[in-house]
């Protein structure tokens, strides 16, 4: 399995950004699509931004898409989240995933297709 540890968390008002970032350790990085995903109090874990192994490809719910971009370093074992306009309701604890190795990226959507994870930063947007 591959480590992962996520930074970049914090707190910030409406209307404002962040970037989050996830460094990845133990096996070769660019044989996993990465995720991110994201869980507020009381709800189920959601899933936010996803990317291929390559990084040419991304995936994100309407929640996020045109505020959030995902994007991968292969070179540095990196994945990272950019994070604008940002709403009350992105509110969450956020999670770095590494999908399993061996599915192709279209069929990776819930966090069941997803083999590893950070220990996830916390993400709070004040009104």
């Known amino acids: 399995q591959v480590q992962l540890v996520e930074s970049g968390g914090g707190l910030v008002q409406a209307g404002g950004s962040l970037r989050l970032s996830c460094a990845a350790s133990?096996?070769?990085?660019?044989?996993?699509?990465m995720g991110w995903f994201r869980q507020a109090p009381g709800k189920e874990r959601e899933f936010v931004a996803k990317?291929?192994?390559?990084?040419?490809?991304?995936d994100y719910p309407d929640s996020v898409k045109g505020r959030f971009t995902i994007s991968r370093d292969n070179a540095k074992n990196t994945v990272n989240l950019q994070m604008n306009s940002l709403k009350p309701e992105d509110t969450a604890v956020y999670y770095c995933?590494?999908?399993?190795?061996?599915?192709?990226?279209?069929?990776?959507?819930?966090?069941?297709?997803?083999?590893?994870w950070g220990q996830g930063t916390q993400v709070t947007v004040s009104s």
């Open positions: 995933a590494a999908g399993q190795s061996w599915k192709p990226y279209g069929s990776i959507w819930s966090a069941a297709d997803f083999a590893s």
């Open positions: 990317i291929s192994r390559s990084g040419g490809n991304t």
């Open positions: 133990g096996r070769t990085f660019s044989n996993y699509p």
